[in-house]
């Protein structure tokens, strides 16, 4: 990866493989400078891997010939611009997704809830006190963009930084992983040698060179982000097209569909389209002549992922990164092109000075701390090879999926649908057994994927549940989840009490159940019998293991409910009537609603079934809101047979008739026809900058408000709880913005059976 990212810097000023010579004035580093001082035995024309690469293959062939290569003299702008671009997106990142807009709902002190950290003797600080970590990680981000007080901002971002990001498991993703590993580097970096305030109090740093490898390992960090994404990637549900199957339907993908169907646009555009890009954009990116297309494309992906995904600043920081693979010139050649009256404020546009952490001899003279430089750039490339492949060691974050989701750059190709969490307890003493409501005493729902935070979630319920009178609670949980489009079917051993049951981070979870690859072929037809179904018919696959059985409430709303059997032998069993009903392949029974059954398992091989359900309540509500709209237009148009009932003239625009009793047909009706003339005037280009402007204003205000509270907090204490709850509502408050519709009246009656 060295010799790769050195493509860029082809015509940097080497020195003279020769004897020692009077040194020539210093050329502006460009694709066609000559090497100053070149010996006479320089060759007239570049060979073919300098062309292509940017130095000599004999670079590689010894030790100090790779530290001299690595610590090259290289323009310090491009990772200026990077340095103050990243700073700027950090900092806006603070606030939003790393939450320090909502710290006190998530740390308020005496909280009752159950958090997940990576190593257990983590804990959050008292809540002024995250506060005053989260200024102060700001306050680093700032410092990196402005590049005041370089090292010492950065160590004043990264230290809180990581802090707060293996204080919680469940936030973990890939691009909050990268964002910390990107600010590790910079730490080590001379990003601070181009445009920042400290070279304008420190000469010796002002434009000064930086060495090769400071470009090497950030563009070794953003290619393998491409290329080992387009690696797993090759995982056969997203070359099949299932990963993410719906996301075809977006607008930003409508004209393909002018081309193309929308399977054909979820098969080829966003699954063979986002393969192919990752596993070339490394490639394209490092080499001078593809670069330009390369920027292209990847410019255009991290536009539509910005409105695809919610993933913060992510497209914008690789997009900030694409810049690391041009020329390290380029922000000065751009400057170059600013009127003469703007230069004085801006950035140098002379060529750097020399840099006593370069090398500009052709032997010897290499210091101890270049070896060390350069051992690192190899050590943690090494690494980050390595780590997203050593799920073999860390065996006990593995579930369906490989590790913990974050650090593996398997960035989308697992979708998951959950259709039912069950958390039952059992009391050791009594043995009375309750359930609790899923995601009880925690902040989030990323618990339910992985057996380490079920074993975290359970040991701080069996410490949680004795305050309410709950002795030696036993937990077990019952999560059907659907991966990739597959059939619903167990995480985990629902018999199992996860209190008690064995976890660790180095073998195998014994208590989680297998992914029942067996039955993928089996999704093309699933996925077939769905597109079938009309708008009020629903279906649900479910595969279950041989011995366990499955209780389930079928809902008065879904008066027409059946189960037909795909593969293997179920008991289904009718709690109230006390009946059992033994069901092989293709046989099937009606439900009665209203009413518990359970689903035994009896073959030997794991089953598969559906329920197939019609949400008649629903049906019947729409068939009334249309003869109403019929009804409306009848009286409108003169051929309604009579005039309309006191309680039906409000379709008409009159008011209620005094005495008349209100319909609640009607209302519904007409709170319907509201919240949608209320969307379509908000749905312009304007109204939605100006809510989103609002949402974003809201949340970096009452950052601002809670920090200074915080910080008046422990400098000189908190003031009487009246005053501080007035404090809280002015940070809460908001301008005024229109609400639509009863404030979220839901229109819909009945839902999808509760399994």
């Known amino acids: 990866m060295a010799a790769a990212a050195a493509g860029a810097e082809r015509g940097l000023p080497r020195a003279p493989s020769g004897p020692a010579r009077r040194r020539r004035p210093e050329q502006t580093p460009g694709p066609s400078a000559a090497e100053p001082g070149a010996g006479p035995g320089a060759e007239p024309e570049r060979s073919v891997a300098r062309r292509l690469l940017g130095f000599e293959l004999r670079d590689l062939s010894r030790w100090h010939r790779f530290v001299r290569l690595l610590h090259r003299p290289t323009d310090p702008a491009a990772l200026g611009a990077f340095r103050a671009a990243f700073g700027l997106l950090m900092a806006l990142d603070v606030p939003q997704e790393r939450g320090m807009a ?16 990576l190593l257990p003797a983590l804990r959050p600080l ?62 080590f970096m001379g990003a601070d040698r181009y445009g920042s305030v400290d070279g304008l109090f420190r000469p010796q740093k002002r434009n000064a060179h930086i060495p090769l490898w400071n470009y090497t390992l950030l563009r070794a ?55 192919l890009l990752d596993l070339s954009a490394g490639f394209l990116l490092l080499l001078d002549a593809t670069r330009p297309i390369a920027l292209i494309f990847v410019t255009y992906f991290h536009c539509m992922n910005s409105q695809l995904f919610s993933i913060g600043m992510f497209p914008y920081t690789m997009l900030a990164s694409s810049g690391l ?114 995601g009880v005493f925690t902040q989030s729902r990323r618990w339910k994927d992985h057996a380490d935070m079920l074993k975290q979630y359970a040991t701080c319920l069996s410490q949680l549940l004795p305050r309410y009178n709950i ?34 981070p180095w073998r195998r979870t014994p208590w989680v159940l297998p992914l029942l690859l067996e039955l993928s072929p089996w999704r093309q037809r699933l996925q077939e019998l769905e597109s079938s179904l009309d708008g009020h018919t629903d279906v649900v696959f479910i595969a279950d293991f041989p011995g366990l059985h499955l209780e389930n409430f079928v809902s008065e709303d879904l008066g027409n409910t059946s189960l037909r059997v795909l593969r293997g032998e179920v008991l289904v069993e009718l709690v109230e009537q006390q009946r059992n009903h033994s069901l092989r392949e293709g046989d099937g029974m ?47 148009n003169g051929t309604a047979p009579e005039p309309l009932p006191p309680e039906l003239r409000p379709l008409l625009g009159e008011p209620l008739p005094p005495g008349a009793a209100a319909d609640p047909l009607v209302a519904l009706l007409l709170r319907r026809e509201r919240r949608e ?77 509760e399994l």
């Open 677 to 753: 003339r209320e969307r379509e005037r908000g749905a312009g280009l304007g109204q939605r900058l100006r809510r989103f402007l609002r949402r974003k204003l809201h949340l970096f205000r009452r950052s601002v408000l809670m920090t200074c509270i915080s910080l008046r907090n422990l400098a000189v204490g908190r003031p009487p709880p009246q005053r501080l709850a007035q404090e809280l509502a002015f940070a809460d408050w908001r301008p005024e913005e229109e609400e639509g519709g009863n404030g979220g009246a839901t229109d819909t009656v009945g839902g999808d059976p």
């Open 102 to 117: 909502l710290l006190d709902r998530r740390f308020l002190d005496g909280l009752e809830v159950c958090r997940f950290p």
């Open 221 to 275: 960090q953003i290619f393998l982000v491409y290329f080992i994404a387009g690696l797993k990637k090759l995982d056969m549900d997203w070359v099949s097209g299932y990963s993410m199957g719906s996301l075809a339907r977006h607008w930003l993908f409508a004209p393909f569909r002018l081309l193309l169907s929308e399977q054909s646009t979820s098969l080829l555009v966003v699954h063979g389209g986002g393969l």
């Open 471 to 504: 002795s030696e609670p036993r937990i077990y949980f019952d999560i059907w989840v659907s991966i990739n489009d597959r059939f619903q079917q167990r995480l985990v051993d629902p018999r199992v009490d996860v209190v008690r049951a064995p976890w660790s």
């Open 126 to 187: 008292p809540l002024d006190g995250m506060y005053l970590l989260y200024a102060v990680m700001l306050l680093g981000a700032l410092g990196m963009m402005l590049g005041c007080w370089y090292r010492l901002s950065c160590v004043a971002f990264l230290c809180p930084y990581w802090y707060v990001l293996l204080l919680d498991k469940t936030s973990w993703n890939n691009h909050s992983y990268l964002y910390g590993l990107l600010a590790f580097q910079l730490t």
């Open 590 to 636: 009606q439900l009665p609603a209203g009413q518990y059954h359970k689903v035994h398992t009896v073959s030997a091989e794991p089953s598969c079934y559906l329920y197939l359900y019609v949400n008649t309540t629903a049906r019947a509500l729409e068939q009334n809101l249309t003869r109403l709209q019929e009804l409306r237009e009848r009286a409108r």
């Open 325 to 438: 693979f041009c020329h390290p010139s380029w922000p000065r050649r751009l400057l170059t092109r600013c009127p003469r009256w703007l230069r004085g404020g801006l950035p140098s546009t002379r060529p750097p000075r020399h840099s006593p952490d370069c090398h500009y001899g052709a032997r010897g003279g290499l210091r101890p701390r270049q070896h060390l430089a350069a051992a690192f750039t190899v050590l943690y490339v090494l690494e980050q090879l390595f780590l997203p492949y050593s799920h073999f060691i860390t065996q006990g974050y593995n579930n369906w999926t490989n590790g913990l989701y974050g650090y593996s750059w398997d960035m989308m190709v697992h979708s998951r649908f959950h259709q039912h969490v069950k958390i039952t307890y059992q009391d050791g003493l009594t043995g009375d057994v309750g359930y609790l409501k899923p």
